[in-house]
């Protein structure tokens, strides 16, 4: 575990596969790095493919006892889950901003984000309801009734390694399915940590395995070759969300993927400024802009346009940025130089065409992978930060005059997840958010993110939906049985 942290119990470091925490038998392991001063916080060990389908072994194993547990008991597991995970609430938010670099506040509050899922999820696995119609000739009746569609893989990303996890484990769980977490490599220590919490909790040996690897491609690739596996999910970036689609066409495995976003951050003139700039920041600089609803493009209306950049600069200038771990932290360090790179370059290709730094716009020259808040305003068409996430807490601002010029901006992505919207007309906002092509919009609010609302997008964004009631279907075969009596 890493040096200073008291939990209750040691953050287990092997692979999970059954009963068991079992160390890789290659003795590979990957080293975790704390984002917020480059060192190695601790190793965990390093599974190959043997170890990938031991953990499907190990989840079919377990795969008709847990489907055919009650589900009053799978929800008391996933309720017991809930209350676990919040009583280790502030340990947890430590781990999650150790290895991720996030602030503690952001931590405590995805804290709190994932284990929703599992009360959210415990109150659903009761409510698996089926359908029953007469066929329209009036020969027979239709029966139709939700089955667990069997062993599922979850892939999962670093920005949110506690809610990326129990957002498809707690539905995958709620409706009967057995399941092999594979952790984002930058950030297993907390799915390894709730997977012991919920072991503790009272999950059964098997339901749910903890895979992590160095080199994912070929052990997933095995894994869903694997006949017994019916079910992919994955968060992560759009490439990898195709290269996974392929490798799940083979076997025609369900898939739910939830990849990149572009978010547009609509202004319009009759919005409320402070209420518009309250809610840019939390759709700015939660989790520090790693988020894939993060606003990547504020679409400003010309009449609110200065003042929107001017206090937008003022606020987001005031944040302190530092070690996540540290209280005072509100902006924490990005997760590696990669994304410091890639930030960069989106920057210095925006300024090249001619947008202009209001605020930060440069690395900080410190240990870790640091990036101040940043604005830059009057960027223009073609840049290459409207059509890519920064993945950070950059905003890139433009005017605009005529409403359907901003939606059409609005629209002109690959990328359909989130989109955000201000104005004090409500009538004009929902007409707006109707016309963006996106699987979530928010009016007059910075957050779209709720376990009880199903999160997805359109487009390149994604398949299928996370959350809510649907987000448990996913995990479902819909069996229809068709019946005389
Ligand atoms: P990000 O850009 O956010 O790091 P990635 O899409 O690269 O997102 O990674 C998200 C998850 O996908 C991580 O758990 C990573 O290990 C996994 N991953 C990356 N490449 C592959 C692959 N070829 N097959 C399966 N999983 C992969």
């Given at each position: 575990?890493?040096?200073?942290?008291?939990?209750?119990?040691?953050?287990?470091t092997e692979l999970l596969i059954g009963e068991h925490w079992a160390p890789a038998a290659s003795g590979k392991r990957i080293d975790v790095v704390n984002p917020s001063s480059?060192?190695?916080l601790t190793s965990i060990a390093d599974g190959g493919v043997d170890e990938a389908i031991a953990t499907v072994d190990a989840a079919d194993a377990a795969a008709a006892g847990w489907a055919a547990t009650p589900p009053r008991k799978r929800a008391e597991i996933l309720l017991a889950c809930f209350h676990a995970m919040m009583a280790q609430q502030e340990w947890l938010a430590q781990i999650i901003s150790l290895e991720n670099g996030k602030a503690l506040t952001d931590a405590r509050g995805e804290v709190a984000y994932a284990a929703e899922f599992f009360r959210w999820y415990a109150e659903e696995a009761v409510r698996i309801n089926g359908e029953l119609t007469m066929a329209p000739s009036g020969a027979n009746r239709i029966m139709v009734q939700y089955q667990p569609i069997g062993i599922a893989l979850l892939i999962t990303p670093w920005n949110f390694p506690a809610a990326m996890a129990t957002r498809k484990i707690a539905p995958a769980l709620a409706a009967g399915c057995t399941c092999i977490l594979k952790p984002a490599e930058e950030t297993p220590l907390t799915a390894l940590a709730v997977a012991e919490i919920m072991r503790r909790a009272g999950v059964p040996a098997g339901v749910v395995n903890v895979f992590n690897t160095s080199d994912p491609g070929p052990a997933c690739s095995a894994m869903l070759h694997d006949p017994r596996v019916r079910k992919l999910s994955f968060t992560g970036s759009t490439e990898v969300g195709r290269i996974l689609l392929r490798e799940a066409a083979d076997q025609v495995i369900s898939s739910?993927?939830?990849?990149?976003?572009?978010?547009?951050?609509?202004?319009?003139?009759?919005?409320d400024l402070?209420?518009?700039?309250?809610?840019?920041?939390?759709?700015?600089?939660?989790?520090?802009g790693e988020a894939c609803?993060?606003?990547?493009?504020?679409?400003?209306?010309?009449?609110?346009?200065?003042?929107?950049?001017?206090?937008?600069?003022?606020?987001?200038?005031?944040?302190?940025?530092g070690a996540g771990t540290d209280a005072a932290t509100q902006c924490g360090a990005m997760i590696n130089q990669e994304s410091i790179d890639k930030i960069e370059r989106l920057v210095a290709d925006a300024v090249?065409?001619?947008?202009?730094?209001?605020?930060?716009?440069?690395?900080?020259?410190r240990p870790g992978f640091f990036y101040p808040p940043s604005v830059i305003a009057n960027v223009q068409p073609g840049s290459e930060i409207l059509g890519t996430e920064v993945f950070g807490p950059v905003a890139a601002v433009m005017a605009f005059d005529d409403v359907d010029e901003a939606v059409a901006l609005a629209n002109a992505t690959e990328y359909g997840l989130a989109a955000y919207v201000y104005t004090g007309d409500l009538k004009r906002g929902l007409q707006l958010a109707e016309r963006i092509e996106c699987g979530m919009v928010a009016v007059n609010r910075g957050l779209v993110s709720?376990?009880?609302?199903?999160?997805?997008?359109?487009?390149?964004?994604?398949?299928?939906?996370?959350?809510?009631?649907?987000?448990?279907?996913?995990?479902?075969?819909?069996?229809?049985?068709?019946?005389?009596?």
């Open positions: 575990a890493p040096a200073g942290q008291t939990g209750p119990f040691a953050i287990p480059g060192e190695v739910s993927m939830e990849l990149g976003g572009n978010a547009p951050f609509l202004v319009l003139d009759d919005a402070d209420e518009a700039i309250e809610g840019a920041m939390v759709a700015k600089m939660r989790n520090a609803t993060a606003a990547n493009r504020f679409y400003v209306q010309r009449g609110i346009h200065d003042a929107f950049v001017a206090k937008l600069c003022e606020r987001m200038g005031a944040l302190t940025v090249d065409r001619g947008a202009e730094v209001r605020l930060g716009g440069k690395t900080l020259d709720d376990a009880a609302a199903p999160f997805g997008g359109m487009k390149q964004s994604g398949l299928g939906r996370e959350g809510a009631h649907h987000g448990m279907l996913e995990y479902c075969e819909a069996k229809y049985i068709a019946v005389s009596w």
